[in-house]
């Protein structure tokens, strides 16, 4: 039996039909299309389904859909300001940080995740929070250096 | 005028801005109206023969659509190999745990899910063979009774012996009898998934029409349209491949996968019909690599001078010839110049999923059999590992095994900067060890198409049937804009599918910018030369008097005298020649090898036998970096690929069985794991790659697990020669406990050297 959901996505109020045992993420994708959000194991291991709940990461596919009732979900479709990339996306084009592109939205969402609770991290600091997402194509290198560089700009901007 | 030089530089990718932003369409993101999703139910037994098939109570299910086995498809088989030894199902026995015996389509997933309990299998069990050289012996049970009927046999295969290779130089016997010092090594590889993050899926759609239009997750279109042409018993050009974004491939990708079932179902009830493998199915519906045996004996002089070679490697291809086994004669000798060889490479039919490919299947396994040997020899001989090296390696001009002569190239470069860069020789603290590999690779050659179409305002589209697995699209453009002399910005890389885009090879086996770009560079060339053809008409001038650049085809000496592209292609609409195009189309590119040297350096906890890897330098001889940021990120991603496979990765299998069908247990480093790549690019030019390009991306990935074995023991004193390179392996030889002999017993050995194998 579907039920009644209530939540926010990327800034827009939304009010479904899902059923009890649908993940966040196949609501996401599913219902929605909001295809950005990846499954790559369903199962919490590879973290491309990472999105942003009241401003702290989630795997998607670990989360009920029913329980992000009345919540702030922000994915990746919902960084971008019009035209303009999010400084992460922005730094992860510049700096290499995508490769076949089916990690990065999960990536991007944790590095995001990161800046909001640390704007100055260490380069031990973004290993440890991107470790719940797996990459395959980059080997990392470039993905540290991407959001080591966001944070940068977005501290150059802030000031 | 813009600088029109886009050669050397770091251009961010031409998908990077859609990516990064979600708003790129891989296969699962295709949602059509009405669709069906579809689940394929496996073998649960490893070797057994099918007595029954009952559909009945799936079929009557509310929601299910088509119940499809063995006996509603045409009677087909296919192969990865050289032999078609598949079938899209399972008909009279099953091969492995794993192996497809019937496929649904529902409504909804779980409607489907729910099917597949509801067929009934009925299974007799019969013998079952894992190891490959139990499946050597001549009273192992036959994978495939049949073999000699299959289209492909030849006389070599035999029992569950699908492939033998040999390759023969000098004298060994008597070189190794002249030998001052003879070592004989065997090294055993491990099971390794290609671990690509989005795993396998596919949306299929049948036309009323009859057309078959396939979005799929693919390297390589055109290949499996031809199989799947075959397979399902329709004329290739009803059928459409349009490749979507890629999440990963690594050699998974490139034949027929899960694509037949969906096709087949969406034939069954013409509707549109989706399959999204789970991420157990990346390991129970699609090969992976299975483990390796190489035995490596060596002839030395006592100056180092390497005589004489003998390597015998054993492949295990699971239920299905697959690749790999090549590489067992390809690769052993290492870049080395062995006057003296003997090479005999088996491929064995397992009860196992079949062996796919993965990142040049097999070449990991044998480099780290031989870099390790090498190693070993160095150390026994009191020989610096570096300069024992440099010592054999091969010199431009030496004989190549694949024929010819080794041309032109940068391997000694890359052995002296990376000796450089390290400051070998280097001694490490206590607990920590250095170690180095050295990789080959050859660039990859194949079919190649390119279309280019000049635009009215001197804009470029270009058009290849290539999927972009590796930021290749970014480079073509590149290629495109210096040899027309546009910007980078005024190129646009066509969205293709099979219906619009020539014949191209599949994307893999670093192929793509060697050989494919070279059709870019030929099409560009194609089209600039029609440009100026048209320019001299009109200018009344000799084409050798003008120059195609800065978006402009003008008079050399006299630059203001000259159109711009976009004057000139309107001028074509109207011209005798007709609208500028170039077109180009190439089936095979000059042997250009690539060579790399790697070292790692490693941290070994004596307390738990943990290795971290605390600093990995390569320098690979890259001909020409058109985009160092890209050739940087292929490198990076082989060598961690690498170093997962040298310490944490192994698929468990168990009586047939997977252990280990999970991201939780099948552990691929994450970004704590690793350090930061630090990569030297030797540019070292090829005669023929475009504007001297070498491939790059397969050979990062062979060296690391042979150069961490070898910094283990710099590092400890310990000679691990079982891939992976454990906590558990690495504490038991520190606690002097004797692990599994990994030797091949010496009757098999003897059988084995004959070029008819064993039985």
């Excluded at chain 2, 090498?374 to 091969?394: C, Q, S, V, Y």
């Excluded at chain 2, 029609?530 to 978006?551: F, H, S």
């Excluded at chain 2, 060598?639 to 552990?667: F, H, M, W």
Aim: proline share 6%; glycine share 10%; hydrophobic share 40%.
């Amino acid at each position: 039996m579907p039920h009644p959901l209530s939540l926010t996505i990327n800034g827009e109020p939304y009010t479904l039909l899902v059923e009890p045992y649908c993940s966040l993420l196949d609501m996401l994708r599913d219902q929605l299309q909001l295809t950005g959000t990846k499954k790559g194991c369903d199962e919490g291991d590879c973290g491309a389904c990472t999105v942003l709940m009241n401003g702290k990461t989630v795997t998607s596919c670990m989360v009920l859909a029913l329980d992000a009732r009345d919540q702030e979900i922000i994915t990746v479709e919902g960084l971008r300001q019009g035209n303009t990339l999010h400084p992460v996306q922005a730094a992860f084009v510049q700096y290499g940080g995508v490769q076949c592109g089916f990690c990065t939205p999960g990536l991007i969402m944790s590095g995001v995740g990161l800046l909001l609770e640390n704007p100055q991290p260490t380069e031990e600091e973004v290993r440890f929070a991107i470790g719940g997402n797996l990459c395959r194509c980059t080997g990392y290198s470039k993905v540290v250096q991407a959001i080591l560089k966001a944070a940068e700009t977005m501290q150059a901007q802030a000031s | 005028m813009p600088d029109s030089k886009v050669l050397g530089h770091s251009y961010p990718r031409v998908d990077a801005a859609d990516k990064v932003s979600g708003r790129s369409q891989y296969a699962s993101d295709v949602y059509l109206p009405g669709m069906l999703m579809c689940k394929v139910l496996k073998s649960p037994k490893p070797h057994a023969r099918i007595l029954h098939i009952d559909t009945s109570r799936a079929q009557n299910l509310p929601g299910v659509r088509a119940v499809i086995t063995g006996r509603d498809v045409p009677d087909a088989r296919f192969g990865n190999g050289a032999v078609k030894d598949k079938r899209l199902f399972a008909l009279d026995k099953v091969r492995y745990i794993g192996e497809p015996v019937a496929a649904v389509a529902a409504v909804d997933e779980i409607t489907a899910l729910e099917a597949l309990d509801l067929i009934d299998m009925t299974y007799e069990d019969l013998p079952v063979v894992t190891d490959p050289i139990a499946a050597l012996r001549p009273d192992a049970p036959l994978v495939h009774e049949d073999l000699p009927s299959y289209e492909g046999y030849k006389p070599t295969m035999r029992g569950n012996i699908c492939t033998v290779l040999d390759a023969d130089r000098g004298d060994v016997d008597t070189a190794f009898a002249q030998a001052d010092h003879v070592f004989e090594d065997t090294f055993h590889s491990q099971g390794i998934n290609q671990g690509y993050l989005e795993a396998m899926a596919c949306v299929a759609n049948v036309d009323p029409s009859g057309r078959i239009n396939v979005w799929t997750s693919t390297q390589a279109p055109y290949q499996i349209r031809a199989t799947l042409a075959e397979v399902i018993a329709q004329p290739m050009s009803r059928i459409r491949i349009i490749p979507m974004e890629l999440g990963g491939g690594f050699g998974a990708k490139l034949r027929l996968c899960v694509e037949a079932y969906p096709v087949l179902l969406s034939l069954h009830t013409g509707k549109p019909v989706k399959l999204i493998a789970t991420r157990e199915e990346t390991f129970t519906l699609s090969g992976f690599r299975l483990p390796t045996i190489v035995y490596l004996k060596t002839g030395v002089r006592s100056d180092g001078t390497i005589v004489a070679r003998e390597a015998i490697s054993i492949f295990d291809m699971g239920a299905h010839l697959g690749a790999g086994v090549q590489s067992g004669v390809s690769h052993t000798l290492g870049p080395y110049n062995i006057p003296n060889y003997r090479m005999r490479s088996y491929a064995v039919y397992t009860n196992k999923i079949w062996a796919g490919s993965y990142r040049a299947s097999g070449v990991a396994d044998v480099t780290f059999a031989v870099e390790s040997h090498t190693d070993i020899i160095a150390r026994r001989l009191g020989l610096d590992p570096w300069e024992f090296r440099k010592l054999n390696a091969f010199n431009e001009g030496d004989l190549a095994l694949q024929g010819g002569t080794i041309p032109r190239n940068g391997l000694h470069e890359t052995m002296d900067a990376v000796k450089q860069h390290l400051g070998w020789p280097r001694t490490a603290k206590a607990g920590t060890g250095v170690g180095l590999a050295m990789c080959q690779w050859r660039s990859g050659s194949g079919p190649s198409t390119a279309s280019i179409s000049l635009l009215e305002d001197g804009t470029v589209s270009l058009l290849t049937g290539s999927v972009d697995i590796s930021g290749t699209d970014t480079v073509f453009a590149q290629i495109a804009a210096e040899t027309l002399g546009v910007r980078m910005d005024d190129v646009v890389i066509a969205r293709r599918d099979t219906d619009l885009a020539p014949f191209t090879g599949p994307s893999g086996g670093s192929r793509i910018i060697y050989s494919q770009g070279k059709a870019v560079q030929m099409a560009a060339a194609d089209a600039r030369d029609k440009l100026i053809a048209l320019a001299a008409e009109r200018l009344d001038v000799q084409p050798g008097m003008l120059t195609c650049a800065n978006g402009r085809v003008f008079v050399t000496e006299a630059p203001e005298r000259g159109y711009t592209l976009g004057q000139l292609v309107r001028m074509s609409l109207t011209s005798a020649a007709g609208p500028i195009m170039g077109t180009a189309s190439l089936s095979a590119m000059p042997f250009a090898p690539i060579f790399s040297t790697q070292a790692a350096e490693v941290a070994v906890d004596q307390e738990t036998g943990k290795v971290r890897v605390v600093r990995f330098v390569q320098a690979q001889d890259v001909g020409v970096a058109i985009n160092p940021m890209a050739v940087e990120g292929q490198i990076d991603g082989g060598a961690v690929q690498g170093i997962g496979r040298a310490i944490t990765e192994e698929v468990v299998i168990k009586d047939g069985k997977i252990l280990n069908p999970s991201l939780t247990t099948y552990l691929m480093p994450m970004a704590a794991d690793v350090p930061s790549i630090e990569n030297i690019l030797v540019q070292v030019p090829t005669d023929d790659g475009p504007f001297g390009a070498r491939a790059v991306a397969e050979p990062p990935g062979f060296g690391p697990p042979a150069a961490i074995a070898n910094a283990i023991e710099d590092a400890v004193g310990v000679r691990i020669k079982e891939l992976p390179l454990s906590a558990e392996k690495i504490l038991r030889a520190l606690h002097g406990e004797p692990s599994a002999s990994t030797e091949l017993d010496h009757d098999l050995l003897q059988q084995l050297r004959g070029s008819n194998g064993p039985g």
